[in-house]
């Protein structure tokens, strides 16, 4: 921890010193667009948002308003809050390039902010069809923002989008795992159930996911089945070796297992 904190610190560090050498560029040639540019795109990665922004509109009024200088006004005006103006530009960008997946992949998120789900859905499902690579997070984003529409359409097709995802990827579990938890939501337990125990079949650590099934279970009422979950999973914590099931997370873990027997039994 105080190793990735240290990380953190040099690399804003290096950054810090970095905008100070573009500050000193800038006021040697002061009707540059470029050093405003470059010192926008230090200052985004420095989280300093306002400061993007202002050089990147100083460099829009000097003359350089290319498809880069756009892309970063919308990023800021986004990290700002002002999510119709980043809207505003994205649809104006897009209109050039509608393939494009970094363009796609903000509208879908600015939409989202503005609680407009359906067009988000729609804008990351573009990101899907476009991007060179197929990333489980593409079809979680998809996935999400159809579930938010909180229509039987909607939930239905952010289901199909994880179910898509496992057809191209493989055996992903973070897949799976929305499939249980979107299931679970909307009370559909026997479906939650049928995902839970392929994500046990694909686990190589099976003691959490009988855990979660014997949750499941609870949830339908079905506390025998709820039962022979939890002792699935306390036959695999016992087959773990002592040093793991000797760490602090592991015995939450079993502490956890033992309470909800304990109220199982009760019922």
């Known amino acids: ?19 100070l050498r573009a500050t000193e560029e800038i006021a040697i040639h002061p009707d540059s667009a470029s050093l405003y540019i470059k010192r926008g795109k230090l200052y985004y990665q420095h989280q300093k948002y306002e400061n993007s922004l202002f050089d990147f509109q100083t460099s829009q009024k000097l003359g350089l308003g290319n498809d880069v200088v756009n892309f970063y006004l919308a990023k800021n005006h986004f990290q700002l ?15 050039s390039n509608n393939e494009d997946v970094n363009y796609q992949k903000l509208l879908a998120q600015v939409y989202k902010k503005l609680g407009n789900y359906k067009k988000s859905a729609k804008a990351f499902e573009k990101v899907i069809l476009h991007s060179n690579k197929v990333l489980p997070e593409n079809f979680i984003d998809a996935s999400n923002a159809w579930f938010l529409t909180k229509t039987k359409k909607g ?22 795992d929305l499939l249980v938890s979107n299931a679970i939501e909307i009370k559909d337990y026997s479906t939650a159930l049928k995902y839970q125990e392929k994500t046990i079949d694909i686990s190589h650590r099976k003691e959490r996911a009988y855990l979660k099934l014997a949750d499941i279970y609870i949830k339908q009422k079905t506390y025998k089945n709820a039962l022979l979950a ?37 019922l």
């Open 1 to 19: 921890m105080i190793l990735s904190f240290n990380t953190n610190l040099n690399a804003h560090g290096d950054l810090h010193e970095r905008i």
């Open 81 to 95: 809050n002002n999510f119709e103006l980043s809207k505003k530009i994205m649809l104006r960008m897009l209109k």
């Open 155 to 176: 939930i239905e097709r952010s289901q199909n989008i994880l179910i898509q995802g496992i057809e191209k990827l493989g055996n992903v579990i973070v897949l799976y």
């Open 230 to 266: 939890i002792s699935e999973a306390e036959f695999h914590y016992n087959k773990l070796p002592h040093r793991i099931r000797n760490t602090k997370f592991m015995r939450e873990f079993y502490s956890e297992l033992k309470v909800k027997k304990t109220e199982i039994t009760r």
